[in-house]
């Protein structure tokens, strides 16, 4: 990815979406800028206009912690954005040290994690890097994601043989719009997560491939990757609608796992006594039976 590109697009996006009321200012006269101003935001985080314009320009190196957080406070950033322009700003940074490179084979997942996983047999689980390829995933959450295994197998210990890549799903299977029933949602949301990857590690080929391949072949991904959307995915509540089981509304928590592996555990569950915990136990019981009829051919 183009760091100086990226820089430039974000800032100015987030520019953008801020008016002087927003900011706290008082606006004169015609504004032929959606947002504020470039002079707006320098005033507003104690730098010059030029300093500000040449880190809209895309030059983030050696721009101190101190006029990021001020930039990011002008901006009105959020968690997410915040943290993104960090990683945009490192990233600045080591311009010129660090080659491009192909993201090494992805770290195993452990036998505790495996167990960890596992032990959630009331919970859809699985886990997946920041590509969003899912690296295994226990029998409930092969269950709830079965529109999109369909001709992908899962082998021992749940690692999935056949990847899953759920951004893929989301935009070029035809069986997603149906599957998520708030999709349009579901896909900016996907978008944020990998643009938010790209920032944390834009010297991976392999998600610069998997980008280059939705943007041309979705024109859903490729208008909102333009956005410059970025999300932390931690908590929250999902929708589906699966083939056997109908609607389902499912909380889920995503945990990160210790260490620079890049691997993230999603969990799913259901307000107790609800219509969606009903949902999870007939999709338990469905699980069974079809794991029992693919065992048995």
Known sequence: MDNRAEIRDFLATRRAKVTPNQAGLVSFGARRVAGLRRSEVAQLAAVSVEYYTRMERGNLAGVSDTVLDAVSAALHLDEAEHAHLFHLARTANESGRIPRRRRAAAPPISASAQRLLHGLTG???????????????????????????????????????????????????????????????????????????????????????????????????????????????????????????GPLELEFDAMTFAGDTGLTLTAYSAEPGSASADGLQMLASWAVTNNSSAASR
């Not at 997560?193 to 610069?208: C, E, I, M």
């Open 123 to 245: 919970f859809p689980a699985f886990i997946r890097n920041a590509r969003l390829d899912v690296l295994a995933i226990n029998d409930l959450g092969r269950a709830l994601y079965s529109p999109a295994y369909t001709g992908r197998s899962v082998g021992e210990n749940g690692l999935v043989d056949e990847q899953l890549n759920m951004a893929r799903f989301c935009f070029l299977d035809p069986a997603a719009t149906t599957f998520y029933p708030d999709w349009p949602h579901t896909a900016d949301i996907t978008v944020a997560l990998l643009r938010t990857a790209v920032g944390r590690d834009p010297h991976d080929t392999q998600l610069s491939d998997l980008i280059g391949q939705l943007s041309t072949r979705s024109h859903d991904f490729a208008a909102r990757w333009g956005a410059h959307d970025v999300r932390l995915h931690r908590t929250g509540t999902k929708h589906f609608h699966h083939p056997v089981v």
